[in-house]
C-alpha cells in the first residue's frame, strides 16, 4: 500500500457513501447562484461588442455611485478629484480615477469597506505569495460564485465539461484535505493531490494514482505540469485518458507549451487572474485570451497611468464589477499584458489581451532532486526585523537571499532565516545573506521573491 492508498483509508466518511457521491452529476452540487451566473455567462459571450460595452457601462456607473455613497476611501478621493459619478458618462471616464495600488488595500483597509459591509456575509480572501508579501481583501459569497462559473467557461472553452475526471496539485496550507496528501472532491470530480515538493518517490505514488484513476483533465501551474512531463518522459509512461491540461497563474513559456503538447499529445489552456478577481481572461477554442468583460474592466497602463496604445505592453489594472464589499476600482496587478483590439475567429466579442507576461514563479531545485515553490511557504511579513527579500539560486548547492532589514533585525533572525529556508526547501543549503538598501525591480513594480538562475524549469532532478 501506498502513501496515498493510506491516507485514503484515513478520509473520514465510508466507501459507499463516498461511491454515490462519485455517481452523482456535478451538477447537483452547485446552487441556484453559481447556475444563474454560469447560465448568464454561457449567453453573455455570444454577444456584440456594443451590447458588452453597454453592460460594461451600466454596470460601472451603478459600482462608482454605489462607492461614492457607501465607501469612505472613494468617497475621499473622489471628492479631492473632483469626481462626480454622473459625469462618468463612457467607459474611458473611468481613466479620471486614481489607481489602486497593493500598498493602498493595505494601509487603507477599512475605509474601503462599504459601511454595509457586514450585512453582505463578507469573506476574508488572501492572495498568493509570488513577492513574499500577502494580501488580504474583502468579498462575498457570491462573488465566489461568480469566480466559479467564469472558471467554468474557461473550462468548457478547453473542452472540459461537467462530470468529466479531473486531477488537480493543491498547496497543502489551503487544501480542504488538511494534511492528507490526496483529496477526493467529488463535487469537481477530481482528485487533488496535497503537494509542494517533488521528488522521485512522491512522482512515483502520484502517477501510480493517475494511472488507474484515468482523468481526462489536468488543472494545475505550468511549472508543476513540467515536472510531471518530465517524470512521464523519463519513465517512458503514457497516460492515454489525459486530453486537456487547463493551467493557470504562472506564465506559460510558448516553448514548453509546444513540447508537452506535442509529446503528451494533449491541449493546454491557460487562463489569466488574480484572488482579488479584479480582471480575468482564459484561452477560447482558438487559445486567444479573452476578457471576461461581463464581470470586469481590464485596462493596460503605461507607468502614468495612462492608457497603452493597441499592441504596446503595460501593466494590467483591472475593475472588479461585481465587489461592493470591497470595491477595488483600477487596482494595479503588477503583471504586464498587451491588448489586442482585433476580433477573434471564434466569434465572441469579448476583448482580446494578446499576451500576459511577468506570472513568472520560480522553482528552487536542490542536488537531491527535490523541487520547490518557497514562495508558498513565506510570508516575510511574519520575519521580524525584514522589509523586503529575494532568494536568489545561483548554482544548485546555495542560495543568495538580497535583504532590506528594519531596526528589528538581529543574528537570530538571520539563523531563523536560514534555519526555515532549509526546512522548507527540504535540503540543508548553504545560505548568504547580503543586507542592501532596496531590492532592484523588474519591468513591472512586481518583485518577485525567487529568482533562479539555474534555467526556469530546471532539468537538474
Ligand atoms: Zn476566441
Known amino acids: 500500500m501506498n502513501l496515498f492508498d493510506s491516507a485514503y483509508n484515513l478520509l473520514p466518511g465510508k466507501k459507499a457513501l463516498k461511491n454515490i457521491a462519485w455517481a452523482l452529476p456535478s451538477q447537483f452540487f452547485y446552487g441556484r447562484t453559481f447556475w444563474n451566473y454560469y447560465n448568464f455567462l454561457k449567453k453573455s459571450q455570444w454577444w456584440s461588442k456594443k451590447q458588452l460595452r453597454q453592460y460594461q457601462l451600466t454596470k460601472l456607473q451603478k459600482l462608482i455611485y454605489y462607492s461614492y ?19 462618468i458618462k463612457s467607459l474611458t471616464d473611468i481613466e479620471r480615477i486614481p489607481l ?19 450585512k453582505m456575509a463578507p469573506i476574508k480572501r488572501t492572495t498568493g505569495g509570488s513577492t513574499g508579501k500577502r494580501l488580504e481583501i474583502m468579498s462575498s459569497f457570491n462573488q465566489g460564485q461568480l469566480r466559479k462559473a467564469v472558471v467554468w467557461r474557461y473550462r468548457n472553452w478547453a473542452g472540459y465539461s461537467f ?30 493531490f496535497n503537494i509542494d515538493i517533488f521528488n522521485e518517490e512522491i512522482l512515483k505514488q502520484i502517477v501510480s494514482k493517475i494511472v488507474s484513476f484515468k482523468p481526462k483533465v489536468i488543472e494545475c501551474y505550468p511549472s508543476r505540469l513540467f515536472i510531471l512531463y518530465k517524470y512521464l518522459k523519463k519513465n517512458s509512461i503514457i497516460m492515454p485518458s489525459l486530453k486537456i491540461a487547463v493551467t493557470t497563474s504562472e506564465m506559460l513559456y510558448s516553448e514548453i507549451r509546444e513540447m508537452i503538447e506535442q509529446e503528451l499529445n494533449i491541449q493546454i489552456f491557460d487562463y489569466y487572474g488574480q484572488i482579488e478577481f479584479c480582471c480575468n481572461a482564459g484561452q477560447c477554442p482558438e487559445k486567444t485570451y479573452h476578457v471576461a468583460d461581463e464581470v470586469c474592466i481590464l485596462e493596460i497602463i503605461d507607468k502614468a497611468g495612462q492608457r497603452v496604445k493597441n499592441g504596446e505592453i503595460g501593466e494590467i489594472c483591472g475593475t472588479s464589477l461585481d465587489n461592493y464589499i470591497m470595491p477595488l476600482i483600477r487596482y494595479k496587478t503588477e503583471d504586464l499584458g498587451i491588448i489586442n483590439m482585433e476580433s477573434c475567429s471564434c ?21 537531491n532532486g527535490t523541487m520547490s515553490f518557497p514562495a508558498r511557504y513565506f510570508n516575510i511579513q511574519l520575519l521580524k526585523g525584514i522589509k523586503d527579500m529575494q532568494i536568489i539560486q545561483e548554482d544548485i548547492q546555495s542560495l543568495k537571499v538580497v535583504l532590506v532589514a528594519d531596526q528589528d533585525f538581529t543574528d537570530t533572525t538571520k539563523s531563523e532565516l536560514i534555519a526555515m529556508l532549509r526546512k522548507n526547501l527540504n535540503y540543508p543549503f548553504e545560505v548568504q545573506i ?8 523588474a519591468v513591472s513594480d512586481k518583485h518577485l521573491l525567487v529568482i533562479s538562475k539555474i534555467a526556469q524549469y530546471s532539468t537538474h532532478a
Do not use: C, M, W
Open 434 to 441: 547580503e543586507l542592501v538598501d532596496h531590492i532592484k525591480r
Open 100 to 118: 489602486l495600488t497593493k500598498e493602498i488595500i493595505r494601509n487603507r483597509f477599512n475605509d474601503l469597506l462599504s459601511n454595509d459591509y457586514l
Open 163 to 192: 462530470n468529466e475526471r479531473g486531477l488537480t496539485f493543491n498547496l497543502p496550507h489551503r487544501s480542504p484535505a488538511g494534511k492528507n496528501l490526496i483529496y477526493e472532491n467529488v463535487k469537481e470530480k477530481q482528485i487533488n
Open 347 to 367: 466569434g465572441r466579442g469579448l476583448n482580446i489581451l494578446k499576451n500576459i507576461v511577468g506570472r513568472t514563479q520560480n522553482i528552487i531545485v536542490s542536488p
Open 69 to 87: 455613497k457607501n465607501v469612505p476611501y472613494y468617497r475621499e478621493i473622489f471628492k479631492k478629484n473632483a469626481i462626480v459619478p454622473d459625469k
